[in-house]
């Protein structure tokens, strides 16, 4: 740990040697943050080695009940929205923080932006899993169970919320902070796991997300969504000699062939849109158990397969995209071969946070704060690159930004690192960007 004290402070001393666009307020919570980047680590070393795993129940609450002590250091009132048993969620931290009457009806805080913070306490690894605690590699990488995703980007929202308090810029603003207790694995229905989540974000102008940084200088402006998709296919059975003649037709094997390669040759070229078949099930006999994704099948080679179930996922970049793919798909499962018939049934998972006009002049803050840094533009990432996340629920209501947390390699796998010669200036920027955007 000596080793790494050492190689971030001479990071420090590069960082703030070139932040010559800064006001003497903003230098002083850059400062701020320089002299507490120990206890920033040992915040994630300890969070890290709590399992916290969607499904393990009291991991997510002791962790959520560790950041709450650390909001409250803020100057945050924190409170943990439970969820009924039958949903087997933890449940999520909030914590948040309110302009007085006063400064909420003035002009000048009219001008500030209320902002809406997301996190998640939850990683994908179970108690089952191979232990992997916090370990350092070398002087500037660790690894550990969701150190990068992502208690990493935690840890960057609340040592930047703490920066903010002990420099007196908190006071008058309207912040919220969320983090779900079930980001990796959500519960069901969506409207209870999320209702909590999307009602009070509808109450603030910008989401800021926390998920993993893609470098230094990108941010994300917008996500793919993602929905589900089945498909059931039936056919005659029979003697597989009749295969192909007009009597017996092609079975539901050729069926269900025909459609998933006629969905890659129709639509696999349309940029932002994806649609993979996960399992794929056909014989004489099948079962197929969507709750536990598991199936089986008994069938031999001299039988023309009767039936045939495949599901798989379909991500977008917009509504629009997806409701033109579904229709292009329901067309292809309707052409169907001699003696077969098939059907396609979709259900939404995580809506889409599609690109828009306000995230890019939230892009604009940020780029000015990195710019006034002294590390150069940021700009915005491939929304291809990225997958759904719980900043898609609310992007339909407030101007959103994802990307902002901490940075690393190998997230939902064993060896999961976090670049802690990073982590300053990642903290730095969400700081001044939490403050420039709630003035």
């Given at each position: 740990?000596?080793?790494?004290?050492?190689?971030?402070?001479?990071?420090?001393?590069?960082?703030?040697?070139?932040?010559?666009?800064?006001?003497?307020?903003?230098?002083?919570?850059?400062?701020?943050?320089?002299?507490?980047?120990?206890?920033?680590?040992?915040?994630?070393?300890?969070?890290?080695?709590?399992?916290?795993?969607?499904?393990?129940?009291?991991?997510?609450?002791?962790?959520?009940?560790?950041?709450?002590?650390?909001?409250?250091?803020?100057?945050?009132?924190?409170?943990?929205?439970?969820?009924?048993?039958?949903?087997?969620?933890?449940?999520?931290?909030?914590a948040?923080?309110?302009?007085?009457?006063?400064?909420?009806?003035?002009?000048?805080?009219?001008?500030?932006?209320?902002?809406?913070?997301?996190?998640?306490?939850?990683?994908?690894?179970e108690?089952?899993?191979?232990?992997?605690?916090?370990?350092?590699?070398?002087?500037?990488?660790?690894?550990?169970?969701?150190?990068?995703?992502?208690?990493?980007?935690?840890?960057?929202?609340?040592?930047?919320?703490?920066a903010?308090?002990?420099?007196?810029?908190?006071?008058?603003?309207?912040?919220?902070?969320?983090?779900t207790?079930?980001?990796?694995?959500?519960?069901?229905?969506?409207?209870?796991?999320?209702?909590?989540?999307?009602?009070?974000?509808?109450?603030?102008?910008?989401?800021?997300?926390?998920?993993?940084?893609?470098?230094?200088?990108?941010?994300?402006?917008?996500?793919?969504?993602?929905?589900?998709?089945?498909?059931?296919?039936?056919?005659?059975?029979?003697?597989?000699?009749?295969?192909?003649?007009?009597?017996a037709?092609?079975?539901?094997?050729?069926?269900?062939?025909?459609?998933?390669?006629?969905?890659?040759?129709?639509?696999?070229?349309?940029?932002?849109?994806?649609?993979?078949?996960?399992?794929?099930?056909?014989?004489?006999?099948?079962?197929?158990?969507e709750?536990?994704?598991?199936?089986?099948?008994?069938?031999?080679?001299?039988?023309?397969?009767?039936?045939?179930?495949?599901?798989?996922?379909?991500?977008?970049?917009?509504?629009?995209?997806?409701?033109?793919?579904r229709?292009?798909?329901?067309?292809?499962?309707?052409?169907?071969?001699a003696?077969?018939?098939?059907?396609?049934?979709?259900?939404?998972?995580?809506?889409?946070?599609?690109?828009?006009?306000?995230?890019?002049?939230?892009?604009?803050?940020?780029?000015?704060?990195?710019?006034?840094?002294?590390?150069?533009?940021?700009?915005?990432?491939?929304?291809?690159?990225?997958?759904?996340?719980?900043?898609?629920?609310?992007?339909?209501?407030?101007?959103?930004?994802?990307g902002?947390?901490a940075?690393?390699?190998?997230?939902?796998?064993?060896?999961?690192?976090?670049?802690?010669?990073?982590?300053?200036f990642?903290?730095?920027?969400a700081?001044l960007t939490?403050?420039?955007?709630?003035?």
């Amino acid at each position: 740990m000596k080793k790494t004290a050492l190689f971030l402070f001479a990071m420090v001393v590069a960082l703030s040697s070139t932040a010559q666009g800064l006001t003497k307020e903003e230098k002083q919570v850059m400062a701020w943050i320089d002299a507490h980047m120990p206890q920033a680590i040992e915040l994630l070393k300890e969070s890290v080695n709590i399992n916290s795993g969607t499904l393990n129940i009291e991991g997510v609450k002791k962790v959520g009940a560790l950041f709450a002590k650390e909001f409250e250091k803020a100057g945050f009132a924190t409170e943990w929205v439970a969820m009924p048993d039958s949903i087997k969620r933890a449940g999520h931290l909030v914590a948040s923080r309110r302009a007085s009457a006063a400064a909420a009806t003035s002009s000048k805080q009219k001008s500030g932006k209320r902002l809406f913070l997301i996190g998640h306490l939850d990683t994908v690894f179970e108690p089952d899993m191979p232990a992997n605690p916090f370990t350092m590699l070398n002087d500037s990488t660790a690894t550990g169970q969701g150190v990068n995703d992502m208690k990493g980007g935690d840890v960057v929202v609340i040592m930047a919320l703490q920066a903010l308090e002990q420099a007196g810029l908190l006071k008058n603003t309207d912040i919220t902070a969320y983090f779900t207790g079930d980001e990796e694995h959500a519960g069901y229905p969506r409207e209870v796991t999320r209702g909590d989540f999307v009602n009070r974000a509808k109450q603030a102008d910008i989401a800021l997300a926390f998920e993993g940084a893609n470098g230094l200088n990108s941010v994300a402006t917008g996500r793919r969504g993602a929905s589900g998709w089945r498909l059931d296919v039936t056919g005659k059975t029979g003697h597989s000699s009749g295969v192909f003649t007009p009597g017996a037709g092609y079975g539901a094997i050729y069926e269900a062939a025909r459609i998933i390669n006629q969905f890659r040759e129709t639509l696999s070229t349309e940029k932002y849109l994806t649609f993979n078949p996960g399992i794929i099930i056909g014989g004489s006999d099948i079962e197929y158990n969507e709750a536990t994704s598991k199936g089986a099948a008994i069938a031999k080679t001299n039988i023309i397969s009767p039936a045939v179930t495949v599901t798989g996922d379909l991500r977008f970049l917009t509504e629009d995209q997806k409701d033109r793919a579904r229709a292009k798909m329901r067309e292809i499962v309707g052409q169907n071969l001699a003696q077969t018939s098939a059907k396609i049934s979709f259900v939404d998972g995580i809506p889409s946070m599609a690109p828009t006009e306000g995230n890019n002049k939230v892009l604009g803050v940020i780029n000015s704060i990195s710019t006034d840094m002294g590390v150069g533009a940021t700009v915005a990432g491939d929304p291809g690159s990225r997958g759904a996340g719980d900043i898609s629920y609310v992007a339909a209501y407030v101007d959103c930004i994802d990307g902002l947390g901490a940075s690393g390699r190998g997230a939902h796998a064993p060896g999961e690192t976090i670049h802690l010669n990073q982590l300053p200036f990642l903290i730095k920027r969400a700081a001044l960007t939490i403050y420039r955007l709630s003035r």
